[in-house]
Antibody, heavy 127, light 107 residues
Framework: QVQLVQSGAEVKKPGASVRVSCKAS????????ISWVRQAPGQGLEWMGW????????NYAQKLQGRVTMTTDTSTSTAYMELRSLRSDDTAVYYC????????????????????WGQGTLVTVSS | EIVLTQSPGTLSLSPGERATLSCRAS???????LAWYQQKPGQAPRLLIY???SRATGIPDRFSGSGSGTDFTLTINRLEPEDFAVYYC????????FGQGTKVEIK
């Protein structure tokens, strides 16, 4: 069965960086993308970015450009999200989600939805 | 960036009733790239509908999606106790955005 297992909760000081991992199992990792979505306490869902595990292409939310980096390690079927220069409003639960791809004219494109999600990782930014 | 506006913010209904949730986009969205998710407290979101009207694996047929262009609807027929949750629409164009959510609560 498809599973996405994320790393544990983190507490960071303002200005620090955090790296969250997402280990995938139960499917061919390189045939899908991974998106990252966060949810501040009591708030809605915010899309952060996407990475293709097929070729490493990325697409980041404009508001996070320059502070976020998403990578994959295909040898361990693990995706990573690093967020730098943390602020208090980065306090949130961070989710990874599997993003199906479709082969279009020799290239894998996102199908636009997220079908399996990790359990979430709480990142708290506090001095 | 395409903005999705969901209405109403909260829907108060009784089990067995029908829920109709709206998602309006600031510009046209391809039907292929409109999805709906359900989220319960303390849980990750769950995919319900993709491609505007296709049910995800294991989703009961009381959930249905419709719409095109800028107006999309999620309908839940005969609400079950486990359906009371927050629902989000989401679109993909050049990037992804989510609506702000509609909470379906027990009346």
């Amino acid at each position: 069965q498809v599973q996405l297992v994320q790393s544990g909760a983190e507490v960071k000081k303002p200005g620090a960086s955090v790296r969250v991992s997402c280990k995938a199992s139960g499917y061919t990792f390189t045939s899908y993308g991974i998106s990252w979505v966060r949810q501040a306490p009591g708030q809605g869902l915010e899309w952060m970015g996407w990475i293709s595990a097929y070729n490493g292409n990325t697409n980041y939310a404009q508001k996070l450009q320059g502070r976020v980096t998403m990578t994959t390690d295909t040898s361990t079927s693990t995706a990573y999200m690093e967020l730098r220069s943390l602020r208090s409003d980065d306090t949130a639960v961070y989710y990874c989600a599997r993003a199906p791809l479709l082969l279009v004219r020799g290239d894998f494109r996102p199908m636009g939805y997220f079908d399996y999600w990790g359990q979430g990782t709480l990142v708290t930014v506090s001095s | 960036e395409i903005v999705l506006t969901q209405s109403p913010g909260t829907l108060s209904l009784s089990p067995g009733e029908r829920a109709t949730l709206s998602c309006r986009a600031s510009q046209s969205v391809s039907s292929s790239y409109l999805a709906w998710y359900q989220q319960k407290p303390g849980q990750a979101p769950r995919l319900l509908i993709y491609g505007a009207s296709s049910r995800a694996t294991g989703i009961p047929d009381r959930f249905s999606g419709s719409g095109s262009g800028t107006d999309f609807t999620l309908t839940i027929n005969r609400l079950e106790p486990e359906d009371f949750a927050v629902y989000y629409c989401q679109q993909y164009g050049s990037s992804w955005t989510f609506g702000q959510g509609t909470k379906v609560e027990i009346k």
